[in-house]
């Protein structure tokens, strides 16, 4: 009977039109759309293999799981099973039965390699996945998840478990420093006079900002407790002369006395209402004459495929924030008295956008 039924089935299928049962390279709706839901799996088990450091132990050559299970302190039996799915995605090669060594993509997982890649993906499993557990909150509230779920912002959690805070900065520094130097050969900072990161953290755009134009000074805002930090670490630098160090919340003002405000990768933690107010803030503090410049990820329209849509999830899962796109941007800072100027699209590796807009 069961037989009959899967033929059944399977004729009913080949009867339907071409372009409903075609999608990505011909394979089955129903095929993709599982491989969809059953996403966690991957991610889990690549979370658990950078977390036992499976990398680092596979360095020397393959190794058994008996042998990996023995320096990770885990059984064997769950090892296999977790390396094998992770073998089957190009992550681990199964050599022999049991028998595992890297591949260029699990060797991305090691502490030491280049990129954000072991960060994230310890990161990803300790505090991305339960913040996406929850998502259905985010869906009613429009705030976030993690937030509701752990009873403190993401970034009090951050503060107050110093060994995810301490990857957290690892990671945004290893995503950020190439995305800089792009940005700076996109487009020239300098031309805007003395500029004003805010809520620019430890500084790191504005110390390449100065190392590219010898002449230039700027300055740097953000909380007391960073601010604290710049100033030792800017004058011992040697920079300190060039960047006033000043502190404050953009929720509340923002300094004036700048010819154009940056906020770089600030937007994108807020909903609307937050954003408005810190935009407002910016234009306030830089009157009728002081530009605008926003680097943040610019969401592509309509249905082209992009990460960033993905990471407009995070954002929303996490903070309760959002990616924008070139409307939203639009939207926004028309309601905060800015007009947009002009929009350098793609000008970092991660999709890092550059918004440009003057006081109307």
């Known amino acids: 009977m069961k037989q009959q039924v899967h033929t059944r089935n399977a004729r009913l299928?080949?009867?339907?039109?071409?372009?409903?049962?075609?999608?990505?390279?011909?394979?089955?709706?129903?095929?993709?759309?599982?491989?969809?839901?059953?996403?966690?799996?991957?991610?889990?088990?690549?979370?658990?293999?950078?977390?036992?450091?499976?990398?680092k132990h596979l360095g020397n050559?393959?190794?058994?799981?008996?042998?990996?299970?023995?320096?990770?302190?885990?059984?064997?039996?769950?090892?296999?099973?977790?390396?094998?799915?992770?073998?089957?995605?190009?992550?681990y090669r199964e050599e022999t039965f049991e028998t595992f060594s890297n591949t260029p993509i699990s060797s991305l997982l090691r502490r030491?390699?280049?990129?954000?890649?072991?960060?994230?993906?310890?990161?990803?499993?300790?505090?991305?996945?339960?913040?996406?557990?929850?998502?259905?909150?985010?869906?009613?509230?429009g705030e976030s998840a993690f937030a509701d779920l752990k009873g403190h912002t993401f970034w009090d959690y951050l503060g107050q478990h110093e060994e995810l805070g301490a990857s957290f900065d690892d990671m945004m520094t290893r995503l950020y420093d190439a995305d800089i130097g792009a940005l700076l050969q996109r487009y020239d900072f300098s031309s805007l006079g003395r500029l004003l990161d805010v809520g620019g953290g430890r500084g790191t755009f504005v110390?390449?900002?100065?190392?590219?134009?010898?002449?230039?000074?700027?300055?740097?805002?953000?909380?007391?407790?960073?601010?604290?930090?710049?100033?030792?670490?800017?004058?011992?630098?040697?920079?300190?002369?060039?960047?006033?160090?000043?502190?404050?919340s953009f929720l509340e003002g923002v300094p004036s006395g700048f010819d154009a405000y940056l906020l770089k990768s600030v937007l994108h933690n807020w909903d609307d209402d937050h954003a408005l107010r810190i935009?407002?803030?910016?234009?306030?503090?830089?009157?009728?004459?002081?530009?605008?410049?926003?680097?943040?990820?610019?969401?592509?329209?309509?249905?082209?495929p992009s990460i960033s849509k993905g990471i407009d999830l995070t954002m929303l899962a996490l903070y309760g924030g959002k990616e924008r796109s070139i409307v939203q941007f639009q939207r926004l800072l028309g309601?905060?008295?800015?007009?947009?100027?002009?929009?350098?699209e793609g000008a970092s590796q991660s999709g890092l956008g550059i918004v440009l807009a003057k006081p109307v």
């Open 279 to 304: 935009l407002r803030n910016c234009r306030s503090a830089g009157g009728a004459n002081a530009r605008l410049v926003v680097v943040d990820i610019i969401v592509p329209p309509g249905n082209e």
């Open 13 to 55: 299928w080949d009867r339907l039109p071409r372009r409903r049962r075609l999608r990505q390279g011909g394979r089955p709706n129903n095929d993709i759309l599982r491989e969809k839901l059953l996403g966690f799996q991957i991610s889990s088990a690549i979370h658990l293999a950078a977390k036992r450091e499976l990398t």
């Open 207 to 248: 110390r390449k900002l100065l190392a590219r134009h010898p002449d230039l000074e700027c300055g740097l805002f953000d909380l007391p407790a960073v601010s604290e930090r710049n100033e030792k670490e800017f004058a011992e630098d040697g920079l300190r002369e060039r960047c006033e160090i000043l502190s404050g």
């Open 112 to 141: 030491e390699a280049p990129g954000p890649a072991w960060t994230f993906a310890i990161l990803a499993g300790e505090m991305y996945f339960p913040a996406f557990s929850n998502l259905h909150h985010s869906l009613q509230t």
């Open 335 to 344: 309601d905060a008295g800015y007009q947009m100027d002009s929009v350098v």
């Open 61 to 91: 050559g393959p190794k058994t799981v008996q042998e990996l299970a023995a320096v990770c302190s885990v059984k064997p039996e769950p090892l296999y099973q977790i390396m094998r799915c992770l073998a089957a995605e190009g992550i």
